[in-house]
């Protein structure tokens, strides 16, 4: 199982970027997906999780700022950020709560990461 996040890069304070995390190899079932984010020198902190049953939940920060989908299809869950704040740049970083079989237990599997930059 493997996590390809895309998406980060340099923006202004206002500006939007849409995060992508496509999951790729053996899998059966998700449970949840999430993204975390890591700024320098602070913990890694969740941002937002979606489940199979499109319950979602949001840090208190980023709350009416971004929103999480996914799209079953293509095994792929979305962090659209607007209004971005220089506070927001960090490493985010998604995961999945999955299993590559209907026998085996669920397991976390997480990307390797994407770079936000929010800068004037």
């Known amino acids: 199982v493997q996590l390809q996040a895309s998406g980060g890069g340099l923006v202004q304070p206002g500006g939007s970027l849409r995060l992508s995390c496509a999951v790729s190899?053996?899998?059966?079932?998700?449970?949840?997906m999430t993204w975390y984010r890591q700024a320098p020198g602070k913990q890694r902190e969740l941002v937002a999780s979606i489940t199979n049953q499109d319950s979602i939940v949001y840090a208190d920060s980023v709350k009416g700022r971004f929103t999480i989908s996914r799209e079953n299809a293509k095994n792929t869950v979305y962090l659209q950020m607007n209004s971005l704040k220089p506070d927001d740049t960090a490493v985010y970083f998604c995961?999945?709560?999955?299993?590559?079989?209907?026998?085996?237990?669920?397991?976390?599997?997480w990307g390797q990461g994407t770079l936000v930059t929010v800068s004037s």
């Open positions: 190899g053996s899998i059966v079932s998700t449970i949840i």
């Open positions: 995961k999945t709560r999955a299993r590559s079989s209907p026998i085996s237990r669920y397991a976390d599997y």
